[in-house]
């Protein structure tokens, strides 16, 4: 088994997708560390809020077989892929940490996601796994939170 985070977020409907995320991620994957929800504006388009949080779970899936799986999580729930990658989107699924690997590969595979330099991955994961540490930087999650410049990129605690 190994232990993964992973990020979601949404800006359609971000309420409905994201509670029915997570519903689906516990029942196939158990007990879930769910990190508070937050509010941020959109990175890389010119979109509606996103909100965004933050899941670790065990699993016995290799990273390819768990990217699939979230793939076809985010399908069920409208992800369109016949629009620019960086858009407006009803469900996105992104694994951040798979235990300590360092991989990269097929479907946007990229661990651990670059997107942890932004506050909407990096704050939730520090909230539920603070003492983590980045298998590259050797640095803890809150450390990395801790250096993060906030102002940069504001936060809102989003009730889901």
Do not use: C
């Not at 050797?138 to 809102?156: C, D, I």
């Amino acid at each position: 088994m190994a232990r993964v985070y992973l990020s979601l977020g949404s800006n359609l409907e971000p309420h409905r997708y994201l509670r029915a995320a997570l519903d689906e991620l516990a029942v196939r994957f158990g007990e879930l560390s769910v990190s508070p929800a937050y509010r941020s504006k959109s990175v890389g388009f010119d979109g509606a809020d996103f909100i965004n949080l933050a899941v670790g779970l065990d699993t016995e899936l290799s990273p390819e077989a768990l990217n699939d799986w979230l793939h076809a999580l985010e399908d069920r729930h409208g992800r369109r892929r016949d629009v620019p990658r960086f858009s407006d989107r009803t469900l996105d699924v992104d694994i951040v940490l798979y235990g300590d690997l360092v991989r990269q590969g097929d479907g946007h595979l990229d661990i651990p996601r670059k997107e942890l330099r932004h506050a909407f991955v990096l704050k939730p994961i520090a909230d539920i796994a603070p003492a983590l540490v980045h298998p590259l930087s050797g640095r803890t999650m809150g450390e990395l939170w801790s250096a993060f410049p906030v102002e940069s990129e504001p936060l809102a605690v989003e009730p889901l």
